[in-house]
């Protein structure tokens, strides 16, 4: 995977450009140029850690414009669009299960005391599309730390929101809902496991999970659950909505692999979002790019089976 090299890193900045977009790239840049003492100076040392790629990230327009979050409709349009009246505020986190402190977390509680690191993510859906996306969140891990995880826990089990009142799509029962997925605890403790909080430095946008989402990069976005309202950890591998609709096509691992297809498509290439009508496809990578940080996580495993 290629490293950062930020101090040759330019992003073609004109000086009247001050959209939120560019002032974040601006300050990451700056950052960058400070070197280390601009990384005491507020933001986290993190920021620059060795997790990002320095690949261009997709417009802030293209990351929330295209979107898959069936609470609000199947169309990739659908959250952009309706998912504005969601309410985030007051938001609660209920962690459950093998915790040495269960309980009903308001969210503010739950991130109180931890930074928020800045994290550029290739991220790759399943339908064999991709984004590179500028998140800021908490590592997972921390999350977990807080609460103590008790020792015969194995896995750790996400539950999306489901508001019929402010979700069409779960009004209209388009899935089973709420949304569920599931990671193994040494997954969910992976410092590339993030909890993301926003994005381009900007509080989430709804479409995009608000206020609280799972990102785990080298795996197919769907796994990367929205808008989460409970964490249980458990000592069984939990059901996940996809792996439950059709277990033949979407698996519990679901890590991005170039050399096992989906049943209907290949996974060995994947369009990049932005690129433009006659953009070429890109070479979907091992664990999409993430090998050498996850690789170990999967030894003696075959992933043909583990899909
Ligand atoms: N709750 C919930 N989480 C979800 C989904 C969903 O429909 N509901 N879609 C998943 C899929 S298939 C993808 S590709 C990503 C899309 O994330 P993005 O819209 O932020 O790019 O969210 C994932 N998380
Ligand atoms: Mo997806």
Redesign the pocket.
């Known amino acids: 995977m290629a490293q950062n090299n930020r101090t040759t890193r330019t992003f073609g900045l004109q000086p009247a450009d001050v959209t939120p977009r560019a002032l974040w790239l601006n300050r990451r840049s700056l950052l960058a140029g400070m070197g280390a003492i601009a990384l005491t100076a507020g933001r986290p040392a993190q920021a620059a850690g060795p997790y990002s790629t320095d690949l261009p990230p997709n417009s802030l327009e293209d990351?929330t414009s295209y979107?898959?979050?069936?609470?609000f409709g199947f169309g990739k349009e659908d959250?952009a669009r309706l998912a504005g009246g969601l309410t985030t505020s007051p938001w609660a986190v209920q962690i459950d299960g093998l915790v040495e402190r269960p309980g009903t977390y308001a969210l503010e509680d739950l991130l109180a005391g931890l930074t928020i690191e800045d994290r550029i993510y290739r991220?790759r859906?399943?339908e064999a599309w991709s984004?590179v996306i500028p998140w800021n969140g908490v590592p997972l891990a921390a999350i977990l730390d807080k609460v103590g995880v008790q020792s015969g826990a194995r896995f750790v089990a996400f539950e999306?929101l489901a508001r019929p009142e402010e979700m069409p799509g779960v009004a209209a029962g388009l899935l089973n809902f709420p949304?569920r997925e599931g990671l193994r605890l040494d997954e969910a403790m992976h410092p590339l496991t993030l909890m993301a909080t926003g994005l381009y430095g900007e509080t989430l946008p709804n479409?995009?999970?608000a206020p609280l989402r799972l990102v785990v990069p080298w795996k197919y976005?769907?796994k990367?659950?929205?808008?989460l309202v409970r964490i249980t950890l458990t000592d069984t591998q939990p059901t996940t909505t996809w792996q439950g609709l059709q277990p033949a096509e979407y698996g519990f691992y679901a890590n991005v692999n170039p050399k096992v297809d989906h049943p209907r498509w290949s996974q060995a290439s994947e369009r990049r979002v932005g690129g433009g009508l006659f953009a070429p496809r890109v070479d979907t990578l091992m664990f999409n790019g993430y090998e050498e940080f996850v690789a170990d996580l999967y030894k003696g495993q075959d992933l043909a089976v583990d899909y």
């Open positions: 990351i979107n898959n979050f069936y609470e959250p991220f859906c399943v984004m999306s949304y479409q995009n999970g976005g769907f990367s659950a929205k808008s």
